[in-house]
Antibody
Framework: EVQLAQSGAEVKKPGESLKISCKASGYTFTTYWIGWVRQLPGKGLEWMGIIYPGDSDTRYSPSFQGQVTISADRSISTTFLQWSSLKASDTAMYYC????????????WGQGTLVTVSS | QSALTQPASVSGSPGQSITISCTGTSSDIGGYNFVSWYQQHPGKAPKLMIYDVSNRPSGVSNRFSGSKSGNTASLTISGLQAEDEADYYCSSYRINSTPWVFGGGTKLTVL
């Protein structure tokens, strides 16, 4: 069974750094894209960026370029989303998603990681 | 402001059919058959329901169907059931921009 297992909820202070993870299982990690989607509290979905673990090709939404970094570790089939300096406005649920190469849908989705940034 | 426009809410009674629209532009929905739909129950992760405008993944009920006309895609749910009550999001590939965009979401209430 294909699964994306995300790391647990985080509570951080403004200015702190954070790295959350998404571990893939049940398929060949290097042959699918893994992306990240943000959902602000009570709001809709926003596509953040995506990485192809096979060659580390990474694309970002202009809205998130320079704000976050997406990376992957093939040895542990895990993709990461990181911030160097969190803001209160980063408080949201973050989902990782799998995308087949050359296709335009996302399946499955991870269970989500809730990030709360508060002083 | 979301890239794709969906109605904020729709409702229907059990057994009825409802349609949720998703309007974009010629740069996304109108230009490509790459529309997908996702169902999100409260507190849960979204789930793929329709891909490439009208295709259902294995395991998704045939009560769910998708279509497209011009710059507008639609999701139709027939034979409404209580379990269909959820938020629904459309998504499309978009050229010369963020490769994929979402709609603002539609809350479906089963009366």
């Amino acid at each position: 069974e294909v699964q994306l297992a995300q790391s647990g909820a985080e509570v951080k202070k403004p200015g702190e750094s954070l790295k959350i993870s998404c571990k893939a299982s049940g398929y060949t990690f290097t042959t699918y894209w893994i992306g990240w989607v943000r959902q602000l509290p009570g709001k809709g979905l926003e596509w953040m960026g995506i990485i192809y673990p096979g060659d580390s090709d990474t694309r970002y939404s202009p809205s998130f370029q320079g704000q976050v970094t997406i990376s992957a570790d093939r040895s542990i089939s895990t993709t990461f989303l990181q911030w160097s300096s969190l803001k209160a406005s980063d408080t949201a649920m973050y989902y990782c998603i799998r995308k087949p190469d050359s296709k335009n849908w996302f399946d499955p989705w991870g269970q989500g990681t809730l990030v709360t940034v508060s002083s | 402001q979301s890239a794709l426009t969906q109605p904020a809410s729709v409702s229907g009674s059990p057994g009825q059919s409802i349609t949720i629209s998703c309007t974009g532009t010629s740069s996304d929905i109108g230009g490509y058959n790459f529309v997908s739909w996702y169902q999100q129950h409260p507190g849960k992760a979204p789930k793929l329901m329709i891909y490439d405008v009208s295709n259902r993944p294995s395991g998704v009920s045939n009560r769910f169907s998708g279509s497209k006309s011009g710059n507008t895609a639609s999701l139709t749910i027939s034979g409404l059931q209580a379990e269909d009550e959820a938020d629904y999001y459309c998504s499309s590939y978009r050229i010369n921009s963020t490769p994929w965009v979402f709609g603002g979401g539609t809350k479906l209430t089963v009366l």
